[in-house]
């Protein structure tokens, strides 16, 4: 289904994907990285050409702006994030469009033996005849999530070149940092004043998620005993075989995301490092219920303790924080945005689909610090590695979407 905003979308999505905005969990600044202020500081510009009111950057690298309401109705905020994930390469980022995709496989120009088919991914045969961006084979395309992003703004703009569109007062957040889990700042629910949110940053048509995992990280460090290796008998102890050995009592054939789906949690190490005399361990635990997350973090804990046991010389230590809540313990609560959404999806003839999110967004924190936030499609596939693409066409219907769902919320 081709839409009026899919040349405004395809031009919004490729020129801001080609620039770099990756996040960074190591960056101590907010945003993380520098880099996510270029993209934001040309979405400031971009909002108030086309007429957005109260547009400003917020010291903590959020962009926030108005689109005045005209009609009665509740305060809704439409949120995106500007950040691309660490977990990839996202630098030098070379959209290119495959207009009308015929259904057979897709290649790349800057990797020859790459390629993706719609046998391996079932969703690409269901675009057959769309136009879908990829990157080049080297990077990230990074419609996770400057879709939302062009989504959003497209749906702004719309809304203020169409006045006579009836609807309450909209609130637009551009968030950074959220892959990295640090996209709501504690000022941002005040700030943004919504009465209640929704991200734009899922994925097949029809998604709109109010399920995310629960979420915490780990560190575990590991002290060993540096010395020669020359006289290192009896008194060497080596961080990094305990790290390894603390790897290898873990679950591998189970609990690992390579593992798991649907609504099972998941223990994955992502990140190592470190020398014989110490080495550190990154964790992320997930699970959809609190007692299987707390679950997962005693079994980490229970490993950590057991391998130092085989070696009182060293020091190993398992450091657990909280990182976002499942935001259905909420929003169960109160389905009143979700069921708008659902209903403005069954208008464009779009069924809604409601599936566990094996993840989490800006709304989950949103949601858990009393903004109600679901999430929505915007058509992004293969997130975080060389073979993401999207379709036009799916985020044209996820700007009907928005613009529906805004209309159906004010008072008549």
């Known amino acids: 289904m081709r839409t009026e905003f899919d040349g405004e979308l395809e031009e919004r999505l490729v020129r801001y994907a ?8 190591e960056g101590r600044g907010s945003p993380s990285t520098q880099i996510q202020l270029v993209l934001q500081r040309l979405l400031v510009e971009e909002l108030g050409q086309i007429g957005a009111r109260d547009v400003r950057l917020t010291d903590y690298g959020a962009v926030l702006a108005t689109i005045p309401g005209t009609a009665e109705g509740p305060v809704i905020g439409l949120l995106a994030h500007v950040d691309t994930a660490p977990a990839y390469n996202a630098t030098g980022v070379k959209p290119r469009v495959i207009r009308n995709y015929n259904g057979g496989p897709v290649t790349y120009p800057d990797a020859p033996g790459l390629m993706m088919t719609p046998e391996e ?5 269901s675009r057959h005849g769309h136009d879908i961006v990829t990157a080049s084979g080297t990077t990230l395309l990074g419609a ?6 062009a989504i959003v703004m497209t749906a702004a703009r719309h809304l203020l070149a169409h006045p006579e ?4 007062p909209i609130r637009i957040a551009f968030t950074p940092d959220e892959e990295i889990g640090r996209g709501v700042d504690a000022r941002l629910p005040k700030d943004l004043g919504a009465d209640f949110a929704y991200t734009f940053d899922g994925a ?13 990280g780990a560190v575990v460090t590991v002290k060993g005993v540096s010395i020669h290796p020359g006289t290192a008998k009896d008194k060497l102890v080596n961080a990094l075989h305990l790290a390894a050995r603390i790897i290898q009592t873990l679950p591998q054939a189970t609990m690992t995301p390579e593992t798991t789906e649907g609504r099972e949690g998941f223990l994955m190490l992502y990140e190592m490092k470190g020398t ?9 635990l997930r699970d959809f219920e609190l007692d299987g997350l707390a ?14 046991a085989t070696e009182p010389r060293a020091d190993i230590a398992c450091e657990i924080r909280p990182q976002y809540r499942n935001m259905r313990y909420w929003l169960e609560k109160d389905m009143r945005p979700v069921d708008l959404a659902r209903d403005a999806a069954r208008e464009l ?3 809604p689909v409601s599936v566990p999110i094996r993840g989490g967004t800006d709304g989950s924190r949103l949601t858990e610090m009393g903004v109600p936030c679901p999430n929505i499609f915007t058509g992004m596939q293969n997130i975080h590695g060389p073979l993401e693409w999207i379709s036009v066409q799916d985020m044209g219907l996820a700007t009907k979407l928005c613009l529906g769902l805004v209309a159906r919320a004010a008072v008549k």
């Open 349 to 351: 003839g779009i069924e």
């Open 18 to 25: 080609g620039i770099d905005t990756q996040s960074d969990e």
């Open 144 to 149: 996770d999530d400057k879709a939302g992003v």
């Open 295 to 308: 679950a997962k973090g005693a079994l980490l804990r229970q490993v950590c303790e057991a391998v130092a």
């Open 204 to 216: 097949a048509v029809g998604e709109i998620e109010y399920e995310s995992f629960s979420a915490d």
């Open 121 to 125: 991914f079932p969703y690409l045969g």
């Open 276 to 284: 014989a005399a110490e080495a550190t361990m990154k964790f992320i």
């Open 165 to 168: 569109i009836p609807h309450g």
